[in-house]
T-cell receptor, first 113, second 111 residues
Framework: KAGVTQTPRYLIKTRGQQVTLSCSPI?????VSWYQQTPGQGLQFLFE???????NKGNFPGRFSGRQFSNSRSEMNVSTLELGDSALYLC????????????FGPGTRLTVT | GESVGLHLPTLSVQEGDNSIINCAYS??????FIWYKQESGKGPQFIID?????DKRQGQRVTVLLNKTVKHLSLQIAATQPGDSAVYFC??????????FGPGTRLSVLP
């Protein structure tokens, strides 16, 4: 069974631009969560989608948004990029419905210059 | 590989010894606790979990202990191997909310 895949793996953007990251969950998984990982703040929860609906949201500004498609694939968008948005963005999928065991993808390393 | 945490607490153990990694959690109402392992350049990998109504759970070479009185979680790795070198995170979860991750501990296995 294929694992969670994220594209692209690496990305360099300029301040003020926007970016879209993509995540394909494990087949059959309906829940997709996004996390930001930085050396200073560690792993922080961004949001979770289940059956195309945002189910939970962390404490990030509105510049961070996401969506989930009917095939459970998810995208995350960050608008008006800031230097502090440089991070590893991780996606995790789970079966959902109260089952919390998550499987993480390798992440997308975003660098904002 | 990725620099997960430049200033993480580090635990160094001799190959073959047992390792104990500790974690303090914040929410006494958390339902569920998980330990993850993250190797350089990879996403976190699930190791073992424990529900809040349990105080011990064993897996293959790993044991998780939960002390709700002092809100403390530990991960014990038996006969530590070089492949165990990684950053280990605990995470707490409460239904209706989301995961909250600890800062992580870097485990270094010495030959």
């Amino acid at each position: 069974k294929a694992g969670v895949t994220q594209t692209p793996r690496y990305l360099i953007k300029t301040r003020g631009q926007q970016v879209t990251l993509s995540c394909s969950p494990i087949s059959g998984h309906r829940s997709v969560s996004w996390y930001q990982q930085t050396p200073g703040q560690g792993l922080q929860f961004l949001f979770e989608y289940f059956s195309e609906t945002q189910r939970n949201k962390g404490n990030f500004p509105g510049r961070f948004s996401g969506r989930q498609f009917s095939n459970s694939r998810s995208e995350m968008n960050v608008s008006t990029l800031e230097l502090g948005d440089s991070a590893l963005y991780l996606c995790a999928s789970s079966l959902g419905g109260g089952l919390v065991e998550q499987y993480f993808g390798p992440g997308t390393r975003l660098t904002v210059t | 590989g990725e620099s997960v945490g430049l200033h993480l607490p580090t635990l160094s153990v001799q190959e073959g010894d047992n390792s104990i990694i500790n974690c303090a959690y914040s929410n006494s109402a958390s339902d569920y606790f998980i330990w993850y392992k993250q190797e350089s350049g990879k996403g976190p990998q699930f190791i073992i979990d424990i529900r809040s109504n349990m105080d011990k759970r064993q897996g293959q070479r790993v044991t998780v202990l939960l002390n709700k009185t002092v809100k403390h979680l530990s991960l014990q790795i038996a006969a530590t191997q070089p492949g165990d070198s990684a950053v280990y995170f605990c995470a707490e979860f409460f239904y209706g909310q989301n995961f909250v991750f600890g800062p992580g501990t870097r485990l270094s296995v010495l030959p």
